[in-house]
């Protein structure tokens, strides 16, 4: 069974810096994109960026590009997200998920997903 | 940038079909997708390459796509089907691009 597992919630201040976690199980976590996508209640789901774990090659929504840095660990079949300096506007729920299978088009959609990580940044 | 758009809301009779479009250029030249999210859970995927349902997903869900409108089709929809449904493409400029959302209240 493919599961995405991600870290707590958590409480921030603003400038302050934070990595989420996601962490795969029940598939070769090397062979499968996995995505990342933010959800407001202004602005809906927004996808932010989205990485191979085979290769670590991660391609980003220019719109956070530079805001925020993907990885991945094969050892660990985790996926991680992080901002190195927080912003109020950053307040949103992020979830992971993995993409279809194979290249090209046919697999352009995100087939399981993650609980969900709440991250509020407050001063 | 690429944008999907979708009516805010569609309301529907139990035992009715309901019906979300989303649009976008040139929508019936790309793969469509569709998400169901109920509050507090985290998205679904009920639609994939604009007309697949994936396992586990009933057959009153059904898709489809045509010039630049994609269709999520619910044939006798049911109080358990009453979420937000946001549809999904992939656009030429690499991003994957999300339509706002539309709420579906079966009363």
């Known amino acids: 069974e493919v599961q995405l597992v991600q870290s707590g919630a958590e409480v921030k201040k603003p400038g302050e810096s934070l990595k989420i976690s996601c962490k795969a199980s029940?598939?070769?976590?090397?062979?499968?994109?996995i995505g990342w996508l933010r959800q407001t209640p202004g602005k809906g789901l927004e996808w932010m960026g989205i990485i191979y774990p085979g290769d670590s090659d991660p391609r980003y929504n220019p719109s956070f590009d530079g805001r925020v840095t993907i990885s991945a660990d094969k050892s660990s079949t985790t996926a991680y997200l992080q901002w190195d300096s927080l912003q109020a506007s950053d307040t949103a729920i992020y979830f992971c998920?993995?993409?279809?299978?194979?290249?090209?088009?046919?697999?352009?959609?995100?087939?399981?997903w993650g609980q969900g990580t709440l991250v509020t940044v407050s001063s | 940038s690429y944008e999907l758009t979708q009516p805010p809301s569609v309301s529907v009779s139990p035992g009715q079909t309901a019906s979300i479009a989303c649009s976008g250029d040139e929508l019936g030249q790309k793969y469509a997708s569709w998400y169901q999210q109920k509050p507090g859970q985290s998205p679904v995927l009920v639609i994939y390459q604009t007309t697949k349902r994936p396992s586990g997903i009933p057959e009153r869900f059904s898709g489809s796509n045509s010039g630049n409108t994609a269709t999520l089709t619910i044939s006798g929809t049911q109080t358990v089907d009453e979420a937000d449904y946001y549809c999904?493409?992939?656009?030429?400029?690499?991003?994957?691009?999300f339509g706002p959302g539309t709420k579906v209240t079966v009363l």
């Open positions: 999904q493409a992939y656009d030429s400029s690499a991003v994957y691009v």
């Open positions: 998920a993995r993409r279809g299978p194979g290249s090209g088009s046919v697999g352009y959609y995100f087939h399981y």
């Open positions: 029940g598939y070769n976590f090397g062979y499968y994109w």
